[in-house]
């Protein structure tokens, strides 16, 4: 397989870099079709509880989902994830084409992505470590941020685009071709195979549930792995608030409005995309654990700066701070998890990870709302600032995780 070419020159890896640049940008547009949809159909809280109706599954069964990616294997998974991606999304295109159904079809159409993405997410987690070296998931770390950062670029004028040819229907049978073009790239991609000792207790399994205590017991006790899972949390948690909720009252607050808000966000973007490209273009960085720590560190004094900027200028400068420190630990944090994880453990390492990202991170959000709408934005965001420090302080107090390298 030549797992020790260096990833951007590996046919394998470009592969499955465009398989998952095609079903991100397809990802972007099926949600832009999906809003549109459910706007035009229902009242605006019908809109937002069709919105909302994959995070229950997406987080009820990411662990689960980590489980199925690490027993049948990550490539199978993702092809077959993407494989039902596509057909739902072109079943409701078809639907909407032939008919006015209403809502029921969009809430469906929800639940099945929500459902698909908690065994899509762990299994393309595992698939890095599958497909080339250990010296080269760092640098695949930074392929896969700058594939997210483009693909939510092209993304949304493509969603709106479609939208305007053919209203939703376009949009929908749009984002199912993008998601299409995964599917054979992902079949030609090939994947090593685990050695017979490193099954992550394969041959002695007997249930799903026995593999998952399998995966949380591998999880706590390694001295890497579980400091980082604390770390990632206390970040994340930290993090959620400010930059969704918050920064949307903060731009109302300060008159900026949504143009503002969107040159803060852009802001955000280009130092995240940054800090991608760097890890891409390096391979690694070394002394991750600390560089990873510091970058906490330093992006959660950023966040709690961000409510006392004065001017709009000032903001997107701030932004793009936050962004490239954001993005440079989150870039060292995903490494660390590909190189400390042994690969049979992937999927649920990954599938931890996620839902501590995308179940328990985003329940912060409502009470960020209530607390800005109480005592303003400036306490707010420096409290949630000093929660995302902790997430730092930990990778810095805890041996293990501060020494931590990445592979040459």
């Avoid at 209203?167 to 299409?180: D, K, N, R, V």
């Avoid at 959620?240 to 852009?266: D, F, K, S």
């Avoid at 209530?370 to 420096?382: H, K, N, Q």
Wanted: net charge positive; with cysteine.
């Amino acid at each position: 397989m030549g797992t020790d070419r260096p990833a951007h020159r590996d046919p394998n890896v470009l592969r499955w870099l465009g398989a998952y640049t095609a079903s991100m940008v397809g990802d972007n547009v099926y949600y832009i079709a999906l809003s549109w949809a459910a706007v035009q159909t229902g009242t605006a809280a019908q809109a937002g509880i069709v919105m909302s109706v994959s995070a229950l599954p997406r987080a009820v069964l990411m662990l689960g989902g980590g489980v199925i990616a690490d027993r049948l294997g990550p490539r199978r998974v993702v092809i077959g994830s993407d494989a039902v991606r596509c057909a739902a999304a072109l079943a409701v295109a078809a639907l909407l084409f032939l008919t006015r159904p209403g809502l029921w079809p969009l809430a469906v159409l929800a639940l099945v992505f929500g459902t698909v993405d908690a065994v899509f997410m762990p299994a393309v987690g595992a698939l890095p470590a599958r497909i080339t070296g250990k010296g080269q998931l760092a640098r695949v770390q930074g392929m896969r941020g700058l594939a997210i950062r483009g693909a939510s670029v092209a993304g949304a004028p493509l969603g709106g685009l479609g939208v305007a040819l053919g209203g939703a229907a376009t949009a929908f049978a749009l984002a199912g071709l993008l998601i299409a073009v995964s599917v054979p790239l992902l079949v030609s991609v090939r994947v090593r195979e685990l050695p017979a000792d490193d099954t992550g207790g394969a041959a002695k399994r007997a249930t799903p549930w026995r593999d998952l205590r399998e995966g949380l017991t591998y999880i706590r006790r390694h001295r890497v792995l579980a400091p980082l899972m604390l770390a990632i949390a206390l970040g994340d948690l930290g993090f959620v608030g400010p930059l969704n909720v918050g920064l949307t009252l903060l731009a109302e607050q300060r008159g900026w409005g949504a143009p503002g808000m969107g040159w803060v966000l852009a802001g955000f973007g280009v130092g995240a995309g940054a800090a991608s490209l760097l890890l891409a273009v390096r391979g690694r960085l070394p002394r991750a654990g600390l560089v990873a720590a510091c970058a906490i560190l330093g992006g959660c004094v950023a966040i709690g700066a961000l409510a006392y900027v004065p001017n709009l200028v000032g903001a997107v400068g701030v932004a793009v701070l936050i962004g490239l420190l954001a993005g440079l630990s989150g870039a060292m944090c995903g490494a660390l998890l590909q190189t400390q994880g042994e690969p049979a453990y992937l999927g649920r390492v990954t599938s931890v990870a996620s839902v501590v990202s995308l179940g328990i991170a985003p329940l912060s959000m409502p009470f960020a709302a209530g607390a800005i709408g109480a005592w303003g934005c400036g306490p707010v965001f420096v409290a949630s600032a000093a929660t995302c420090g902790l997430g730092g302080v930990v990778a810095l107090c805890v041996p293990g995780l501060r020494r931590a390298e990445l592979p040459r």
